[in-house]
């Protein structure tokens, strides 16, 4: 039987991507417990990994605050070197991921706003593994089963006067 072409191959996949994923749950409910703010915050995850992984465009007064973040954010617990690392590694060896998502931030994001986040509210409810095991496939299906991404460019052109019905 044919694999479906629609499914990325596995092979194409970071290995490690669940239990990478359930550490950034785990840590993200944790910190969640510690910092009333972060309940508060659509993305926590994002925000807890965004001093170690924004690095560009930053102006002094948002270095020095990224800086003072890192040490309060440690303070509490959080490895943000780590969670760089691991964004890094499945940038790296998942080919489907690095096509989606162009730097650690933008995978912050996607795995924040399509796994971790409700994911770690659902486990800071004491909800059955069964169930949280039900959330990873549903993510896997989303993110790896819908076919490979495709970028694509629309545009509209106003008062554009053309002779003929082809562009050439």
């Not at 089963?145 to 106003?158: I, P, V, Y």
Request: proline share 5%; net charge negative; charged share 25%.
């Amino acid at each position: 039987m044919a694999a479906n072409p629609m499914i990325v191959p596995a092979e194409e996949r970071y290995p490690g991507l669940r239990e990478t994923l359930f550490r950034f749950v785990d840590q993200t409910a944790a910190m969640r417990a510690k910092h009333a703010e972060l309940r508060q915050q659509p993305f926590p995850f994002l925000s807890l990994a965004a001093p170690w992984i924004v690095q560009e465009g930053l102006d002094p007064v948002q270095q020095d605050w990224f800086a003072r973040r890192k040490i309060e954010l440690e303070g509490l617990g959080f490895d943000g070197v780590a969670v760089s690392q691991s964004l890094t590694a499945i940038l790296a060896a998942d080919k489907h991921l690095r096509e989606c998502c162009p730097s650690p931030l933008h995978l912050a994001h996607f795995l924040d706003s399509s796994f971790v986040t409700r994911t770690a509210e659902l486990k800071s409810k004491n909800t059955e593994q069964r169930i949280l095991d039900l959330v990873f496939e549903e993510f896997v299906s989303v993110t790896y089963h819908q076919g490979r991404f495709k970028r694509m460019a629309l545009s509209h052109l106003f008062n554009f006067e053309m002779d003929g019905n082809s562009l050439r």
